[in-house]
């Protein structure tokens, strides 16, 4: 799993050192800043981008989202895997469940307890306690009940769903001008149990399109369908695109037009046809390939 996800990141993030240093007047320092303070591009040489790309996976703070991302990817893969394998021989679905549920209650009580003195990556292993959860409810049969409810209950359970799913997956903790959550509408616990949040908003939609046919039916429409096999690409490659982008075109204009409006038009007409071209490129040569590697180095 993880060669799939390592590979097109790592070609990404040499993508995003190389506009660093052959186009250094882009000014991604004023769009970026890294830590404390900015990437100087006139200091940047191979050696920087190797150490860069490849460090920061395993011991070194990450300097992008991409590569704090798959830090996260790396280490709780390892970890949870691991455990769910340790488990899996012995436990059968309802006692995994059950354990599964526990672990993403104790998580963010322990953050919590500890005042925030263990190790924040704790806190990430939840979204795969979660996956593991829903892997074994849809495999033991427990989502099968949903089939045979009552229309009312039905729309009932989806309509709440949705709402989670928006709420809860829109990242309510983080967005705001506060850390311990009180800017938002709603935060149990607040940012402490940020978290634990977001993953169940993920969960939820998760959840939603395993039971109802009409969000499965939405989902396989073609341009739905196509915007998924691109999402990674777009995950990857959205954030440098809209840098150049914010410090050419937006601001060569906006003393004219005012940001505003400067920003809608360089996101619908230059930002996005150049991100989604760039996307489809990116997994016809990058992701692709790179599922292939890796079933070849999972099948060897």
Request: aromatic fraction near 22%; charge should be neutral.
């Amino acid at each position: 799993r993880f060669p799939r996800l390592f590979i097109p990141s790592t070609i990404s993030l040499f993508f995003y050192f190389a506009i660093l240093h052959f186009r250094p007047f882009y000014g991604f320092n004023e769009c970026h800043e890294i830590g404390e303070g900015s990437v100087d591009a006139e200091k940047i040489h191979f050696g920087y981008v190797i150490l860069n790309t490849f460090g920061q996976y395993l011991w070194m703070p990450a300097l992008y989202t991409i590569q704090w991302t798959m830090q996260v990817e790396f280490i709780c893969s390892i970890l949870i895997y691991f455990l769910a394998f340790l488990i899996t021989r012995s436990f059968i679905y309802r006692y995994r469940i059950v354990f599964y549920a526990v672990l993403l209650l104790i998580l963010p009580l322990v953050w919590i307890a500890s005042h925030g003195s263990i190790l924040r990556p704790v806190q990430y292993i939840q979204p795969f306690a979660f996956g593991l959860l829903l892997s074994d409810l849809d495999g033991g049969g427990y989502l099968n009940f949903f089939h045979t409810i009552k229309m009312h209950w039905s729309i009932l359970i989806q309509f709440c769903l949705i709402l989670l799913t928006i709420y809860f997956g829109s990242y309510p903790v983080f967005n705001t001008d506060v850390v311990d959550g009180s800017g938002t509408l709603w935060s149990p616990f607040g940012w402490m149990f940020g978290w634990f949040w977001i993953s169940f908003g993920g969960f939820c939609l998760l959840l939603l399109s395993m039971i109802s046919k009409k969000i499965q039916y939405f989902l396989s429409i073609k341009i739905i369908h196509f915007l998924g096999k691109i999402s990674f690409g777009i995950y990857l490659t959205h954030y440098i695109i809209l840098c150049i982008v914010d410090v050419s075109f937006i601001q060569w204009t906006a003393p004219h037009i005012g940001r505003d409006l400067a920003v809608i038009i360089g996101l619908i007409i230059f930002a996005l046809p150049i991100i989604l071209s760039v996307s489809y490129a990116f997994y016809l040569f990058v992701d692709v390939p790179a599922v292939q590697i890796a079933d070849w180095l999972y099948f060897m």
